[in-house]
């Protein structure tokens, strides 16, 4: 018998720096007396990340959702956007915010990004941009989107939350598309407790973001446009630039870890390990699997209850799909019917326990209890 784990175990832990290196720059940061508004601390790491993500141009934001909202915003989109069910609901709240409407295009079962062979049917003369999601860390058919929006004078902009260091074939994940939002959520692997990022090509849109995260002040009693508050703080920006530090670290452990799993589960039948980036060009942000019922001989969500017994707590990332929220069932795109292979994976995916701290003899007892409960049916021969 497995004995349940004594501590819970979750889809991830936040990356945390050594309090002692926290609280010096928390000092740092009471001494300036200054703790927001683009303050020392923002432009420390907005040069850091500059590099680190080898992107030309980037503004920070107080969470990955408000990037990509007043991205959105900055570029003037209008009508419909083509984009993925399977994500989380910011990706489409983000456009809903705007007046946009999602377009729901099918999906890629390998990947689970959305299926680039797909999107030139639903291109309309509404149609002014689409929105793809980097999903889990794994891009998109960046090539084949882009050759679609240039086709069609389409904009791009890439849901990159997940994709934080994530490259292709050397390139960074942001030279893709118009723009690519960053989360820096806790639950991230780079993390600012709560934040995010924007990164895009042209370099008029550092102004305007600018105007759109900050009210629209042109200055301290000139209003230019109708904006937001979306700034990211010292605080936040102080703790990015201690976490900035280990993530290179983390990312080695999280490696280790991603090994032991595919080691574990190799041969399991009905367990597909989701296609995962390797090396230089993974962001290392979640290990999922995906169950056949058929073949595992149980459902996935028999599997995340279960795992519950054992105090290990999964997550179905993204149940349930955006094209089913009330409102968008009128929306032919949001058809069942029109989405066969999402309506799918958001029944088979699942995201497994996946930080560095997580230790080795953790992820082989979830493998044998996965192994344990393998329920393959026996079908009688009758001769
Ligand atoms: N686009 C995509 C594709 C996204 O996935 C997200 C966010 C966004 C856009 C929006 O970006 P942000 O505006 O968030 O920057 C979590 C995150 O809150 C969310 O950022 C993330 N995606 C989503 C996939 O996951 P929940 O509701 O699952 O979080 P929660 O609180 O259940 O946390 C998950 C587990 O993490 C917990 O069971 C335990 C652990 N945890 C969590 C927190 C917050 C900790 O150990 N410590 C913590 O402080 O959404």
């Known amino acids: 018998m497995i004995n349940k784990f004594y501590e819970p175990l979750y889809v991830t832990r936040p990356l945390l720096p050594g309090i002692e290196e926290v609280n010096k720059r928390m000092k740092e940061i009471w001494e300036s007396k200054w703790l927001t508004n683009n303050g020392v601390q923002h432009k420390k790491l907005e040069n850091e990340l500059k590099s680190y993500l080898d992107v030309e141009h ?12 007043l991205g959105l915003k900055s570029l003037d989109l209008t009508g419909e956007v083509i984009t993925t069910p399977f994500t989380f609901p910011a990706t489409v709240q983000a456009l809903d915010w705007n007046g946009l409407t999602p377009v729901f295009c099918d999906i ?11 999107i030139e049917a639903l291109i309309t003369e509404k149609t002014s941009a689409i929105l793809g999601v980097h999903v889990f860390g794994n891009p998109c058919e960046v090539e084949k989107i882009q050759s679609l929006a240039d086709k069609y004078n389409l904009k791009v902009i890439y849901d990159g939350a997940h994709a934080f260091g994530t490259r292709i074939d050397g390139k960074p994940i942001s030279s893709f598309g118009d723009m690519t939002m960053f989360s820096f959520h806790a639950t991230k692997l780079f993390n600012t407790v ?15 973001l600018n ?47 991603r090994n032991t799993y595919e080691t574990y589960l190799a041969g399991i039948p009905g367990i597909r390990i989701l296609t995962g980036l390797k090396g230089e060009n993974s962001s290392y942000q979640y290990f999922v699997i995906e169950i056949d019922e058929e073949k595992y001989g149980r459902s996935r969500d028999w599997v995340h209850e279960e795992l519950k017994k054992y105090n290990v707590f999964t997550r179905r990332y993204f149940y349930p799909l955006c094209s089913d929220f009330g409102w968008y069932l009128h929306l032919e795109s949001a058809k069942t019917e029109n989405l066969p292979r999402a309506q799918k994976a958001v029944k088979q995916v699942l995201s497994m326990p996946y930080y560095g701290e997580l230790e080795t003899e953790s992820v082989e007892k979830i493998c044998t209890i996965l192994k344990e409960k393998i329920h393959v049916k026996v079908v009688a021969l009758n001769n």
Not at 108 to 118: E, F, G, Q, S, V
Not at 194 to 208: I, S, T, V, Y
Not at 221 to 233: C, D, P, Q, R, T
């Open 58 to 69: 980037i503004s920070l934001f107080n969470n990955g959702t408000l990037a990509l909202l």
């Open 108 to 118: 890629d079962p390998d990947t689970l990004n959305i299926d680039a062979n797909k």
């Open 194 to 208: 709560e934040g995010g990022a924007l990164a895009f090509k042209d370099e008029k849109l550092n102004k305007k």
């Open 211 to 257: 105007l759109l995260k900050n009210f629209g002040l042109a200055g301290p009693e000139e209003v230019v446009l109708s904006g937001l508050n979306a700034k990211m703080n010292e605080v936040q920006a102080g703790i990015g630039l201690e976490v900035l530090k280990i993530v290179e670290a983390e990312r080695a452990k999280r490696e280790v870890i």
